[in-house]
């Protein structure tokens, strides 16, 4: 199954928390992109992402891979959503974005184990 297309065949251009959560658990085979500034970095990431400020990704599309799912995050979401437009408008039409960033991610986190107890 495309993890970029929705139920209706549209395609997916972003992730809530927990659908990404639920596609690492998967094994799926994500590239997952940091975009935050170095000054950031001092709060936790996404295990096994890469870091490309978004200042750099310009510089840095003939490193990225087309045809591989792409998942972009910031703090919030507002960045990786402009990064991801700029990356569909280029031809990376799997690329999409975590919705509410890292704030989702760790507020998703925290009850996922407050859960567990």
């Known amino acids: 199954m495309n993890i970029f297309t929705n139920n209706d065949n549209a395609p ?13 658990e998967k094994g799926s085979d994500i ?8 000054h950031e970095l001092a709060k936790e990431g996404i295990e096994n992402s890469i870091h490309i400020p978004m200042g750099e ?3 840095k599309i003939p490193t990225l891979p087309k045809d591989k799912d792409i998942i972009i995050f910031c ?4 960045r ?3 990064v991801r437009n700029y990356l569909r408008k280029i031809g990376f039409h ?3 974005h975590l919705k509410g ?5 760790n507020r998703q986190l925290k009850k996922m ?5």
């Open 12 to 24: 997916k251009t972003s992730f809530t928390a927990l659908e990404l959560m639920e596609e690492l």
């Open 94 to 96: 799997k690329a999409a």
């Open 101 to 105: 960033g890292l704030y989702s991610w």
């Open 80 to 82: 990786s959503k402009q």
């Open 75 to 78: 703090h919030l979401g507002f």
């Open 57 to 59: 990704i310009q510089n």
């Open 113 to 117: 184990k407050a859960n567990a107890y």
């Open 31 to 38: 590239l997952l992109i940091d975009i935050r500034e170095p």
